[in-house]
């Protein structure tokens, strides 16, 4: 028998055992696993040598198997050198989340691995960690915002509309607003709850920053079947849904690679002149945050469509020209 096979008959014994709350018999696992019952009193001795704290227990008049209760919420993943070195990596991703109580779970989290270790596999893992280190990307502290972020996503997990006292972009009234949150949405460096109001009987965006304070409810809401993030934001450029809109523009050649080794839109198509200009489309809402994308490739990007958004370009370039000429 292949080793490989082994570990993965035992690997599949411990799932088992720690869903059998009150154990599981021999006979019935050598059914559930295809194998005989021989077999499996040989892989619960390997595990029980192995350090797994699996005990035999007789309970009406049959002989069950389980796992320790303490052991039943904690079960050790092996992991690979690899797969230790991905774990570190996706903490220093997820810096912008600092203050909340996701990266506070995923320090907790390290801690315990960095616990198992052998000093020597420690220091080991952390000169690996030391090649690899992440770029600053400006992000929003949500240290105050931590309760009411952890108060949102229950509710999102539990299905259940939340209560909020929000402030929009651009108005200074406060509203009561009653929200099915759908999603909490994570983009460039802020924390967005996508769902449905019921003030404005529509999906809405809500930032976290401006949420001032949420109330549970026990209003129960359900996901539509066919909601997606990703069309409903039309896959923009920013955190503002819109009607989508033919989006043309042309780069110079000087900053047409940059274009094209990276995606901006997960619909985007790229067409390569013989001058080595390109000319980039995408079907994408025009908002705040796609006039500034453009505006920030400077003369070396032009935009041939929509008409609308080329002439609010040219307008900001005149004032920004103008700027300058006074000072």
């Not at 390290?110 to 420690?122: C, G």
């Not at 929009?168 to 009234?173: E, I, P, S, T, V």
Request: glycine content about 8%; hydrophobic content about 45%; charged content about 25%.
């Amino acid at each position: 028998m292949a080793r490989g096979d082994q570990l993965g008959r035992q690997w599949q014994i411990l799932q088992h055992l720690i869903r059998a709350r009150r154990g599981v018999g021999a006979a019935e696992l050598a059914r559930r696993l295809g194998c005989h019952v021989r077999t499996i009193y040989r892989d619960l001795e390997a595990l029980q040598v192995g350090g797994f704290p699996i005990y035999n227990d007789q309970r009406d008049a049959r002989n069950r198997w389980a796992l320790m209760e303490t052991f039943q919420d904690g079960v050790p993943i092996p992991l690979t050198p690899r797969e230790l070195f991905a774990l570190y990596l996706s903490k220093s991703l997820l810096t912008p989340l600092k203050t909340t109580f996701f990266y506070d779970a995923l320090e907790t989290f390290f801690n315990k691995i960095r616990a198992t270790l052998k000093p020597s596999q420690l220091t080991h893992l952390e000169a690996i960690s030391r090649t690899f280190q992440t770029g600053f990307e400006p992000y929003r502290d949500y240290g105050a915002h931590h309760a009411a972020l952890e108060t949102i996503t229950e509710a999102a997990i539990r299905k259940r509309c939340v209560r909020l006292d929000y402030t929009a972009m651009g108005r200074k009234a406060r509203t009561q607003r009653v929200v099915a949150p759908y999603k909490i949405w994570h983009f460039r460096g802020a924390i967005y709850v996508v769902g449905f109001c019921h003030l404005r009987q529509d999906v809405r965006i809500f930032a976290l920053n401006r949420i001032h304070a949420v109330e549970k409810t026990e209003e129960a809401f359900e996901l539509p079947d066919d909601f997606d993030l990703t069309a409903f934001m039309g896959g923009g450029f920013g955190a503002f849904a819109g009607r989508p809109v033919t989006l043309r523009i042309w780069f110079a050649e000087m900053v047409a690679g940059y274009i094209e080794e990276r995606t901006w839109h997960p619909g985007q198509r790229i067409r390569r002149n013989r001058d080595g200009s390109i000319v980039y489309e995408a079907e994408t809402a025009l908002t705040a945050e796609t006039r500034a994308w453009v505006l920030g490739w400077g003369a070396a990007a032009r935009v041939l469509a929509p008409e609308r958004l080329a002439a609010e370009i040219m307008a900001e370039a005149e004032q920004m020209a103008a700027a300058y000429r006074r000072r």
